[in-house]
Nanobody, 124 residues
């Protein structure tokens, strides 16, 4: 079992940047897919980005392509989400997720392990 702890959320003006961190413990991540999802009030959980730890294969949701970057630090067992050019519509609780057998990285149902979430608020 893996435990996930997110950090780095906060309040930022539109056009600004934030970096989220997801620190994992309990397992080495070599066989895991790590992902970020977000959920705004009254909306469904939305895929943001994912990285397959072993291969480094990365995927992004359409709404964040070109603005967000997901990357990992194997020495720290941590995955990051660098968010640039933030928009008010990026406001949400951001969740880190992980699992070993993930066929569809875009689907939240593929992930069994979740962090507690971190709030990101982008003001206009």
């Amino acid at each position: 079992q893996v435990q996930l702890v997110e950090s780095g959320g906060g309040l930022v003006q539109a056009g600004g940047s934030l970096r989220l961190s997801c620190a994992a413990s309990g397992r080495t991540l070599s066989s895991y897919t790590m992902a970020w999802f977000r959920q705004a009030p009254g909306k469904e959980r939305q895929f943001v980005a994912a990285i397959r730890w072993n291969s480094g294969l990365i995927s992004y949701g359409d709404s964040v392509k070109g603005r967000f970057t997901i990357y990992r630090d194997s020495a720290k067992n941590t995955v990051y989400l660098q968010m640039n050019s933030l928009k008010p519509e990026d406001t949400a609780v951001y969740y880190c997720a992980a699992d070993t057998t993930v066929y569809n990285t875009f689907s939240s149902g593929e992930y069994d392990y979740w962090g507690q979430g971190t709030q990101v608020t982008v003001s206009s």
